[in-house]
């Protein structure tokens, strides 16, 4: 009379097995779904990775399009200087009595020639809104065409005006003491050429001309334009005066690049270099 038990018997062992036979299935499917999820998601992380790789490319590029299209439209406001006034100079010929030491007058810093752009900006690479935004961020929310003030409280504590030999410019303050060594060197080199300078702008927030979106370098307070005895150089004219070739040599020694080598020459205009940013954010100055 233990038939009736032992089938009971079998029936648990029976139920037993084939509850763990379904845990096991179970778990091997949670194990499965797991391991595609964990693909999935290394997947997807890698093409957003690809997808802000085209988008800072498409910012590089955005970018140069609007500079190009701001050296564009300064070219209006901007008289060049005719094909007959450029004059193919290698140095200054230095003529008159009243000449009696190895630095050139104005007029021969102001003559206009030829430059070879190869021989400038070494090592030094043009500051492109990427990177001006991730060491310094916006100067303000929102920008137009017209030069505004800067309403972000950090870049707002470093800015300052300041009388740098004979040009009086807002910048931040580690971009002026760079330019103070340089015109200090500069006045110590070619004094005529310290004293003629001038600037057509340095402090500016506003968008690139022609762009809705890029932001002048001028925003930042890291760039500047100069002049010569109260002459602009020619814009986009292939040209370039002498006097701004060597003051050039200077702002490259301090880590700035010329705009001289843009597509459009633009070799009025000074901007801090990529490099010498970076060293500044590591030095604690930004």
């Known amino acids: 009379m233990l038939v009736g038990p032992i089938i009971v018997a079998i029936g648990l062992v029976m139920a037993a097995i084939a509850f763990a036979v379904v845990g ?20 997807i992380a890698e093409l957003d990775s ?16 609007a500079r190009l299209a701001e050296e564009q439209a300064m070219a209006v406001s901007r008289a060049p200087v005719a094909d007959s006034q450029v004059m193919v ?11 009696t030491d190895d630095h050139p007058g104005i007029e021969q810093m102001t003559e206009v020639g030829t430059l070879d752009k190869s021989a400038f900006n070494k090592g030094i690479t043009q500051p492109r809104n990427r990177v001006m935004l991730d ?44 330019l103070e060594r340089i015109l200090a060197r500069l006045k110590a080199s070619e004094p005529e050429i310290h004293d003629a300078l001038g600037t057509a702008g340095a402090m500016c927030a506003r968008l690139i001309r022609g762009s809705r979106s890029s932001v002048s ?27 701004l070739i060597l003051l050039a040599e200077l702002f490259n020694e301090e880590g700035w690049y010329w705009g001289a080598t843009y597509n459009r020459e633009d070799s009025m205009h000074f901007e801090v270099g990529v490099e010498t940013l970076r060293r500044w954010q590591a030095e604690g100055k930004l």
């Open 24 to 43: 096991a299935v179970l778990k091997t499917a949670d194990a499965t779904s797991e391991i595609r999820l964990s693909r999935n998601e290394a997947r």
């Open 50 to 65: 690809e997808v802000q790789s085209l988008r800072s490319e498409l910012s590089d590029a955005q970018t140069e399009l």
């Open 89 to 99: 100079v290698t140095a200054p010929e230095i003529t008159g009595e009243d000449e």
């Open 135 to 178: 060491v310094l961020g916006h100067p303000r929310s929102s920008y137009s065409t017209d030069c505004q003030s800067v309403t972000q409280p950090r870049l707002k504590s470093l800015l300052e005006t300041r009388q740098v030999g004979p040009l009086r410019v807002t910048m931040i303050k580690p971009a002026l003491e760079s």
């Open 217 to 243: 370098n001028h925003s930042w307070g890291t760039a500047i334009d100069v002049k010569l005895e109260g002459r602009l150089d020619g814009f986009g004219d292939g040209g370039t005066q002498f006097g």
